[in-house]
């Protein structure tokens, strides 16, 4: 799952002073209820290991090394979850019916690290669980301005944080030729990093979105544009993170999952509270 770097020390965690929303992720924030009602949580045997989001009613999108090796009867979803040690009103949690990774996917250079859970029950939709369109990165967008999320560690093999944070992320333009031609496809990744270098997702951060705001059918909509697939780690985040490229898999997605639903215009959208 995607992991985000934070300013706080270990002493804070382990006190429990995140807990009280105190904390804060250098060039980033908490989220608030249902501001991100697309995220999900990922548990095996009811400990937080990846994030995702919401395709549809019935499917999760996420990076096939968060269920790559997995038994679906250990694996749980959580809608609408925003602190993973307390219960929320709207909370929904599902078992896993079926999941399916990319048939190509390369578990060594993650390669093709994008996976789809099919939830045992449908979705109930509503403030704080709402799908979220996907689509091509807008590379020439000026300025270029995305978000990642997560429940990720705040320092490198530390824990995954309580709350939901997010953070902006400023550079398409980043350097991963430090990844090699194996672990690095541009037309199948996304390259993007922090241009302050003061932002980068951790562990427990993989699977979850990378969004943007583009012209999508003519209106300016927020949508996923990548997954959080790998990093050479968060000790140093000037280092860029690589992100599954989600265009290049709208055929199997389609063929696997199926229609997405069109956006609720009468649900806020996540970047209106953005303070880009």
């Not at 009867?73 to 925003?82: A, M, Q, S, Y």
Request: aromatic letters at 12%; glycine letters at 10%.
């Amino acid at each position: 799952m995607l992991y985000v770097l934070f300013c706080s020390v270990l002493v804070a965690f382990a006190s429990g002073a995140l807990n009280g929303g105190t904390g804060r992720l250098i060039g980033g924030a908490e989220a608030t209820a249902g501001q991100f009602p697309f995220i999900v949580s990922l548990t095996l045997k009811d400990q937080y290991i990846c994030g995702g989001f919401i395709y549809n009613d019935r499917w999760i999108v996420t990076s096939a090394k968060c269920i790559f090796g997995k038994p679906k009867e250990e694996l749980k979803i959580t809608v609408g979850d925003l602190s993973l040690i307390t219960l929320e009103p709207e909370e929904q949690t599902f078992t896993v019916f079926d999941m399916v990774y990319f048939p190509q996917y390369d578990s060594m250079t993650q390669k093709h690290d994008i996976g789809l859970i099919e939830l045992s029950r449908p979705i109930a939709f509503g403030p704080t669980a709402q799908p979220m369109l996907y689509g091509e990165i807008d590379e020439l967008a000026t300025p270029w301005q995305a978000k990642i999320f997560g429940w990720g560690a705040k320092f490198e093999n530390g824990l995954p944080v309580p709350r939901l944070r997010w953070a902006p992320i400023d550079n398409l333009a980043a350097d991963c030729s430090s990844y090699g031609m194996d672990e690095y496809i541009e037309n199948l990744m996304i390259c993007a990093g922090s241009a302050s270098g003061s932002v980068s997702p951790c562990q427990y951060d993989e699977g979850t979105p990378l969004t943007q705001v583009t012209n999508y059918g003519g209106i300016q909509e927020e949508i996923v544009v990548g997954i959080m697939s790998k990093n050479q780690g968060c000790a140093d985040p000037t280092i860029p993170s690589i992100y599954t490229r989600l265009a290049a898999y709208s055929s199997w997605l389609l063929q696997t999952a199926g229609q997405q639903p069109a956006p609720s215009r009468s649900v806020p959208r996540s970047f209106d509270a953005s303070p880009f």
